[in-house]
């Protein structure tokens, strides 16, 4: 036997890494896109969009996360001459570009809000893909932590417009700079301490994962990890731990010291100790404060911020960045926005290096499932802060900017796993054949619900077994099927089906009900859209 | 002196052949894509987005246009053995590589719609881009010509949701089959004909730059154009040529037809002449045809088909390409589509190497001033067809598909042409700063504003020079400037600048006019939203 040519086929699968989305995974990503673009809209910032492609020089070295080195961009060289050009890593290197090159034509500050895809080169893992939605705003231009302020604010009425509710996040600020007089105070400042401040930064942002103990163990000789690996410690001494423990729960601090205050235990010194005590009372029912997270963010943030003040003591950048933060606190709360959305807290680190100011993270506060079967906090959904240096590299200028970014599928998984995306599939109504030299008829049919704005289509596949008919109805999710014979054709009539009532009785019915078929109706074909209208309802 | 040291710094500049899109520029695309998904939505296809990167492998050959070979992708490889990737160059190769992927998951038949950018490593030229916006649908997996029907139906009705209106556009439906009857009968139809096959097609193609002699000429001997190049022509016999003018010119001589028979000079013999008539007699007014474009399709698609099976007669390809173009006509005139939308054109030819059926092109059809100023039609803004066999490559299985692609730039300029886009920028209401301590009222107010949904910003510039914060409100394309001092804010008012009234003013007021000032006014603080909703209606 003479053996077969084998044809060598392409592999019909997406790249390593990358992914396809279907139909109500593409528009409930829209709908979330658009509620949030509305929100930054009316807030004043300008949409952007630049292009995917960017020269390597342009986009520069600023892969976001210090932690993963090797973290890279797709990148290519049309020849050998040319030059380098990538796929951008984030939208914030492209805003600098953008803003370099067309700073004499935009207003200043020139606020402006991006959203699309951008594009790793690392190893993906599950649930990390190569290519991920990105949303971010950032006012460039103005130095004022008004700026910090109002997009702290913006962030907690997006994450409200888009369907999480009040109580259910919360926005978390602190300051680089804070940080920074903190290392100072102990004495962790000079060029020769880069690999203890590291450690240090790292060990902070890892506070709700490690614990007190274990962000101290990092402080200090070190600790060994679940897995058994000893991870190495800053070896600290214990005075330089003590400060920087004490600025790490300085939040927790400000809280005792309400409570506290609440029972006149202490004195706060600046008057309302009666207001604390009445938000502190113990609520009979819960044996929490009866105040709850409406304590005035204007006493907790001057009791957090005057702890912080003590700590950062000697320290001017310090006191700078605590001057900051009062700034940011104050205007919040002139707005309404209470520590029930954005509280002041000094464990906030962000991962990025080239903050300078103020950052800020949104944390969702509810809790889930993790793939362990634990139950978490969902954590962190959106996060950003000032970077006043990133122009800095096109221009020589400093220009101050500050923004933040959304994760927009950490934020979709939050809707989804909160019930506030309707997963139910809606399909188009189905107009079956019967008879395929009506198609003509089918056709009108449809066009005449479309017009009458019902999602509609005739049958388009091999119309012989109509059962596969059916079948395809429901493998759409379609709420209704028509259906005409000839007998209905000649008596002006469709039947139709109602196929979400028929999914629930053949689940459910009895048979005497399944007899009556109450899913299946005769109606007037010049009644068939305000029919459907009501079914659809 | 010593030399100055010079820091290399890279280039602010988007990528040869790359843009940045601002403000409006990115909100009034969206608003047309998201005017166009609503459409195809409505008939029942649904969203999918695959990735922007595929690999080269799954991409193939298909490079849409056959005329420009080099035209390429943006290719990259992460290493010597790793495999080569690329960015898209439209959205139908990725959905035959999807539909092969997943179709064991997908309904048939799998209707799909999808919007995005596409890149293509082509020369830039001017208005040219590297990368640019295709918004495409497609029926995958039906061989029924219902489904081309559909697409045209879906192509008008799209055409006038996003603004076009109807007597402005015209979809023009050709059958490649016919078309292929008709080489078959000129005696080009084997494989040794390649050459003059292509120089019949892309003269054809023509057609409407070049004339009819001029589509003659390239049949022939070849013509020499504009800029004194000559075109080799496909060398045809006289015989040749007739066979292939007749097809061509069969729209014309179709009307011709129409126009005699109602005039009575010969006899359609399938009734009807009378009607013709009355819809052809001479309006006194316009002195043309009283029926105008609303001549029944029936009537003319009788006629032009009628036609087109005569020119084709020996060919069974070329029949049943006239019967597939009879069906298509026929499920369109029962759906009210008549030739005042879409018509049936022996012209269209599309130029993509792999559509095997009926093609469509969406021409607009209302004048524009060309680049050399000249007054020419604005032509094609959409076209597609069916491409049976672009799934066989992945599956061995010929998988029957029809789709269209809409050219999203053109449209929105044709849009812009009509001045269906209004380009009036509006900015947000600025509240300005006079007072810089007072940021935290300032923002209040700014707040209470949003909250009623009138998008407004405080100034975060540096506030010192008052007049740069009107500049911005300018720059800004602001209604209204918010402006409160102590002494306003003492009697807890506000000072409303009306920007549009104010500009309006200082182009036509008299001194007196100007001097009332009647584009300021003093508005209490709480009486501010319903002043503004008035001043924005």
């Avoid at 030059?83 to 935009?106: C, F, G, I, K, S």
């Avoid at 005075?239 to 601090?253: L, P, R, Y």
Wanted: glycine content about 10%; overall charge negative.
């Amino acid at each position: 036997m003479a053996k077969k040519e084998k044809i060598r086929r392409p592999k019909a699968e997406a790249p390593k890494g990358f992914r396809d989305y279907f139909g109500a995974e593409v528009t409930e990503r829209k709908a979330m896109l658009d509620a949030i673009a509305k929100v930054y809209h009316l807030y004043g910032f300008e949409a952007l969009e630049s292009s995917a492609v960017e020269t390597v020089e342009a986009l520069g070295k600023f892969l976001p996360d210090v932690d993963r080195p090797n973290e890279g961009v797709f990148a290519w060289q049309e020849d050998e001459d040319a030059e380098w050009m990538a796929l951008r890593y984030d939208l914030t290197a492209p805003l600098a570009r953008v803003y370099a090159q067309h700073r004499n034509d935009l207003p200043t500050p020139y606020r402006r809000y991006a959203m699309g895809p951008v594009w790793r080169n690392e190893k993906p893992g599950p649930g990390r893909f190569r290519q991920f939605y990105q949303c971010d705003a950032d006012t460039v231009g103005t130095a004022s932590v008004a700026a910090d302020a109002e997009i702290c604010a913006m962030l907690a009425d997006t994450l409200e417009a888009v369907g999480i509710a009040r109580g259910d996040y919360v926005i978390r600020v602190n300051n680089r700079k804070v940080l920074n007089g903190v290392l100072e105070v102990a004495g962790l400042s000079g060029d020769d301490k880069e690999r203890e401040r590291g450690i240090v930064l790292r060990a902070i942002d890892k506070l709700d994962r490690l614990g007190v103990e274990g962000v101290r163990a990092l402080l200090g000789a070190g600790r060994k990890d679940e897995s058994g690996d000893f991870a190495d410690g800053a070896g600290l001494k214990d005075e330089q731990i003590s400060v920087i423990m004490t600025f790490v729960q300085a939040n927790e601090t400000a809280t005792r010291i309400l409570e506290k205050a609440a029972t006149d235990e202490i004195s706060l010194g600046f008057g309302g100790s009666n207001q604390i005590r009445a938000m502190y009372a113990a609520d009979p029912q819960t044996q929490r404060p009866a105040g709850g997270d409406s304590v005035s963010s204007g006493y907790r943030s001057t009791v957090t911020l005057g702890h912080l003040g003590e700590i950062v003591g000697t320290s001017i950048i310090g006191l700078e960045g605590v001057s900051e933060l009062k700034q940011i606190a104050n205007l919040l709360e002139a707005q309404g926005y209470g520590p029930d959305r954005i509280v002041i807290d000094p464990s906030v680190v962000r991962g990025l290096g080239y903050y300078t100011g103020p950052v800020y993270e949104a944390e969702l506060t509810f809790d889930v499932q993790n793939d362990k079967g634990q139950t978490v906090q969902f954590g962190s959904v959106a996060g950003g802060g000032r970077y006043d240096d990133l122009v800095t590299r096109f221009t020589g200028q400093a220009v101050p900017a500050t923004g933040v970014s959304i994760g927009v599928d950490r934020l979709l998984a939050a809707l989804t796993a909160k019930g506030r995306i309707d997963r139910t599939p809606r399909g188009p109504v189905i107009v079956t054949v019967m008879d395929r030299d009506r198609m003509a008829d089918y056709q009108s049919i449809c066009a005449d619900l479309r017009k009458a704005g019902i999602r509609a289509e005739v049958y388009l596949g091999n119309p012989k077994n109509f059962g596969n008919q059916l079948k395809y109805a429901d493998k759409r999710g379609s709420p209704a099927a028509i259906i005409q014979g000839t007998d209905e054709a000649a008596r002006g009539v469709v039947q139709v089906k109602d196929l979400i009532l028929g999914a629930k009785l053949a689940q459910e019915a009895s048979l005497e009900e399944w007899k009556e078929n109450p899913s299946q109706s005769e109606v007037a074909l010049s009644d068939l859209v305000p029919f459907l209208q009501k079914l659809l309802a």
